[in-house]
């Protein structure tokens, strides 16, 4: 039997458990829902046109909602298809005990729709195992190493008088690895997604492995000893980084909390005109599209910022109901069920302005091209300081390694301080949520040597 066989399978054989659940919650009193993941992930590991390791596990989850007597209570089992009549006194159990915080919020009477699957999702077959190794052959001076992942989920609520709702959705991760040897020792690595294999390994072969080859050979050669520049370019990958600093600014739960800055700021300019936030994780370029949330409310696009003004916040059920406004579908579970929390699914920043790439006529550009985690970083003031790599370019495209940098801000600040973008749009991932935004030209960051040189 296939992975695949087994993956389809498993999920046919377990569909019935949620029924056992829900006439268990009944049987208490409750009213009950059940939601149920199935988990499959393939990984593979080229290096020097060879494969160095392969994976594939199979995982999944469910988890128990129960509401009575006007509490709810949850409960989770790190296993698909769990009938365990536990779930439900422990569910039962722990509604008693947050019986006296914040009421919570009524059981949903609209429900989340049953889609259809999407394309084929994401895998790694042995055409594009051979292509993984093609693009890993190594020169003297160069070592390719490709980290290829592809995640396959089908999830499924069911609550107690409806009909069982369920997408499959899924995902493909490309890390490249690139080090070369000149001067000194040149690295640079970099994150594709996207919704098939496929189409990863398009864009690598067509531009993104000569590019990143070349900034590997530019950062072994010696470095500039001054950084002298007229302008800072900061490269979408790190742009990205820095973004996912602030998100949760724009969650609905940190203003409740008021651990969010932009609390008072609906209507306020809170970045540079131009500026468009968008949260939209069915949007064509998802990565990971998902039709409805963790607790079943349909996604689709959340503006936060448009034209550079605050409109909004994410939200999930009890934080919107909280602050008496419609949920916006944001309320993401972890791969293991956890309960949900308000998290961005797709957030793109985008610019109205596109000033170009690195190239500039009579200018000398600063291209932070990388950044090597967070010194110092705070995402309640925004305040953050982190080493990075850099390549100096020159008026006629001529780049010379700036070497290892520091760079420091505030990243509201930046949010205001934008100019316009290069055109090259990055993303970057934690857990489920995806960030994504052009390189930035800039004049509110910080830049010098990390070496103080």
């Known amino acids: 039997m296939t992975t695949s066989d087994a993956y389809v399978t498993d999920t046919a054989a377990t569909t019935g458990a949620s029924d056992v659940l829900l006439a268990e919650a009944a049987r208490h009193g409750a009213d009950a829902e059940v939601w149920t993941a199935w988990h499959e992930t393939d990984e593979l590991v080229c290096r020097a046109a060879t494969v160095e390791r392969r994976s594939d596990v199979s995982s ?52 989340a729709s049953h889609t259809p699957p999407a394309a084929p999702p994401a895998r790694i077959d042995d055409a594009a195992t051979a292509r993984l190794r093609a ?73 993104e492995l000569a590019e990143l080859v070349g900034l590997a050979r530019i950062l072994a050669s010696r470095p500039a000893t001054v950084l002298d520049h007229d302008d800072l370019l900061v490269d979408g990958r790190v742009f990205c980084r ?42 064509a370029d998802s990565p990971l599209p998902t039709p409805w949330d963790g607790e079943g409310t349909p996604t689709g696009p959340t503006v936060l910022v448009e034209d550079g003004v605050l409109r909004g916040f994410l939200s999930s059920r009890r934080t919107a109901a909280e602050a008496g406004a419609p949920a916006t579908g944001s309320a993401h579970r972890g791969a293991n069920g956890e309960m949900p929390t308000v998290q961005p699914g797709h957030l793109v920043l985008s610019h109205t ?14 291209h932070v091209v990388q950044a090597n985690g967070a010194h110092t970083s705070n995402p309640i003031t925004g305040d953050f300081s982190i080493g990075a790599n850099a390549v100096l370019v020159g008026p006629d495209g001529s780049s010379r390694n700036a070497g290892n940098i520091t760079l420091a801000g505030n990243v509201f600040e930046l949010l205001r301080s934008i100019d316009g973008h290069d055109g090259r749009v990055r993303v970057n991932r934690s857990n489920n949520s995806f960030v994504a935004g052009p390189g930035i030209w800039t004049r509110s960051l910080t830049v010098g040597h990390q070496d103080g040189a």
């Open 60 to 111: 999944g989850a469910t988890a128990l909602t129960v509401w009575a007597e006007g509490n709810e209570g949850y409960a989770v089992r790190n296993v698909p298809g769990a009938t365990d009549p536990a779930l439900v006194t422990t569910a039962l159990a722990i509604g008693r005990v947050l019986a006296a915080a914040d009421a919570a919020p009524a059981p949903r009477t609209d429900r």
């Open 242 to 283: 820095l973004l996912t600093l602030i998100a949760p600014a724009f969650l609905l739960d940190s203003v409740l909390e008021g651990r969010s800055p932009l609390k008072d700021d609906i209507g306020e300019r809170v970045a540079s005109p131009g500026v468009t936030l968008l949260d939209d994780p069915t949007a």
């Open 353 to 366: 302005d596109d000033l170009g790439t690195e190239i500039r006529a009579g200018r000398t550009v600063l």
């Open 135 to 207: 693009l890993t052959e190594s020169t003297g001076d160069l070592e390719i190493e490709l980290r290829a992942r592809a995640d396959r989920t089908r999830v499924r609520l069911h609550r107690a008088g409806t009909a069982p709702a369920q997408y499959d959705t899924g995902v493909a991760q490309l890390f490249a690895r690139i080090t070369a040897r000149g001067e000194g020792t040149g690295y640079i690595g970099h994150q594709l997604f996207g919704r098939t294999m496929e189409g990863i390994l398009d864009a690598t072969e067509r531009t």
